[in-house]
């Protein structure tokens, strides 16, 4: 079956950019209609979605986050990859990479129906 | 403070029933479709529900989701003491143009 894995440092300074990698197993990121998500939880807080990058290479940046957020993909390593530019201290966070669906029905149908395990990351000098 | 409007908490007897609530409105809801993740102590969230009311496979059907207007619940029958965790809904918003959650309910089975 499919499993995702987050890694990346766990600590990054004030000011620098946060990079986390997904590892997808079990299924290719480059094949069917997968939205592969990064999405994140702050301590003691709800989710908040990052964004995506398609099977086709395109990306949807949460329009709160985008000034500061890259996903892209390798498709060689079935791996997908986020990078958080200029992070705060509020950008402390468990990150989680997950597989995203969409429909249009009508309506928007998104769920995200694999998570990872997720990853601490912890922006501090 | 989220979009999505979730009680804090929530709490029941083993073996009750119990509803969790998700308020929005037109943007989100309204004209979209809700799902809804568990998640439990220490562990990442699991999808429950999606397109409102339908359930992956593996999901008991004790686990129920239904909308109405601009709201929707999840209802859980025959609680267990592993059903304890954090509840979240989530929608695509037309206006905000993200999906976006709700805060979370903490299930509590006494």
């Known amino acids: 079956q499919v499993q995702l894995q987050e890694s990346g440092p766990g600590l990054v300074k004030p000011s620098q950019t946060l990079s986390l990698i997904c590892t997808v197993s079990?299924?290719?990121?480059?094949?069917?209609?997968?939205?592969w998500s990064w999405i994140r939880q702050r301590p003691g807080k709800g989710l908040e979605w990052i964004g995506y990058i398609f099977h086709s290479g395109s990306t949807y940046y949460n329009p709160s986050l985008k000034s500061r957020v890259t996903i892209s993909g390798d498709t060689s390593k079935n791996q997908f990859s986020l990078k958080l530019s200029s992070v705060t201290a509020a950008d402390t966070a468990v990150y989680y990479c997950?597989?995203?669906?969409?429909?249009?029905?009508?309506?928007?149908?998104?769920?995200?129906?694999?998570w990872g395990r997720g990853t601490l990351v912890t922006v501090s000098s | 403070q989220s979009v999505l409007t979730q009680p804090p908490s929530v709490s029941a007897a083993p073996g009750q029933r119990v509803t969790i609530s998700c308020s929005g409105s037109s943007s989100n809801i309204g004209n979209n479709y809700v799902s809804w993740y568990q998640q439990l102590p220490g562990t990442a969230p699991k999808l429950l529900i999606h397109e409102n009311n339908k359930r992956p496979s593996g999901i008991p059907d004790r686990l129920s989701g239904s909308k109405s207007g601009t709201s929707a619940t999840l209802g859980i029958t025959g609680l267990q003491t592993g059903d304890e965790g954090d509840y979240y809904c989530a929608a695509w918003d037309t206006r905000l143009s993200a999906v976006i959650f709700g805060g979370g309910t903490k299930l509590t089975v006494l």
């Open positions: 079990g299924g290719a990121i480059s094949s069917g209609a997968n939205y």
């Open positions: 997950a597989r995203g669906q969409w429909d249009l029905l009508p309506g928007d149908d998104w769920y995200f129906d694999l």
